[in-house]
């Protein structure tokens, strides 16, 4: 596709429960970024990816979160035991290079824990 | 204090008004500045991109960076009424660890 794809667009859990949030990012970006927005926020920086590493994950907020991209393309997001705070809107960006270059955001995944 | 200072309004103009958006930011070792705008329930989407002072147009969109005291600024010349949107500004040193504002919400009445 054109842009970087996530899926699901919506997402209801139970409080406890594991979620997996995929992101397919624009073909041959090398860099690839999760965001989270609360509402009425700006978008907050969890983990980034160049390749198939985290070249930085100091934005995830504690263990319970996880992120992969185990062939340097898609990337899957997980959160175990969720928690209600965890409500939020989770971007995914790519970008060409890295640094320096704009990043490409898709839609996001809206998590809701109840 | 915020790295990034943006009021988050909301703002309302009328449609051919002239727009004025704008962020402050507390880093002087920001090198990269950018305009995303987001409509309700998408992605944000970039605007305008910079890295140096000055100002950059595109269309009806200006942007304008002044790094001496740390501002930047986003004008919308005849505003549409499908610019309603907010508008997010983000500021990085690498694209690493980008910055965003809380983002304004403008709506433009016909």
């Known amino acids: 596709g054109a842009g970087v794809s996530q899926t699901p667009s919506n997402k209801v859990t139970e409080k406890g429960k594991y979620v997996e949030l995929r992101c397919d990012p624009i073909?041959?970006?090398?860099?690839l970024y999760w965001y989270r927005q609360s509402l009425g926020q700006g978008p907050e920086f969890l983990i980034y990816f160049q390749g198939t590493g985290a070249a930085d994950d100091s934005g995830l907020p504690n263990d319970r979160f996880f992120a992969v991209r185990p062939e340097g393309s898609v990337s899957t997001l997980k959160i175990q035991r969720t928690e209600r705070g965890d409500s939020a809107v989770y971007l995914c960006a790519s970008s060409s290079q890295g640094s320096g270059s704009p990043l490409h955001f898709g839609n996001g995944t809206r998590l809701t824990v109840t | 204090q915020k790295e990034v200072e943006q009021d988050p309004g909301p703002l309302s103009v009328p449609e051919g008004a002239i727009v004025s958006l704008n962020c402050t930011y507390s880093n002087s070792a920001f090198q990269y500045f950018m305009w995303y705008r987001q409509y309700s329930r998408k992605g944000p989407e970039l605007l305008m991109y910079t890295y140096s002072s000055g100002n950059k147009e595109d269309g009806r969109f200006t942007a304008q960076v002044d790094k001496s005291s740390k501002y930047i600024s986003l004008f919308i010349r005849d505003s549409q009424p499908s610019d309603s949107a907010t508008y997010l500004c983000a500021i990085t040193y690498n694209n690493n660890d980008m910055r965003f504002g809380a983002g304004t919400r403008l709506t433009v009445k016909p």
């Open positions: 073909s041959g970006h090398t860099a």
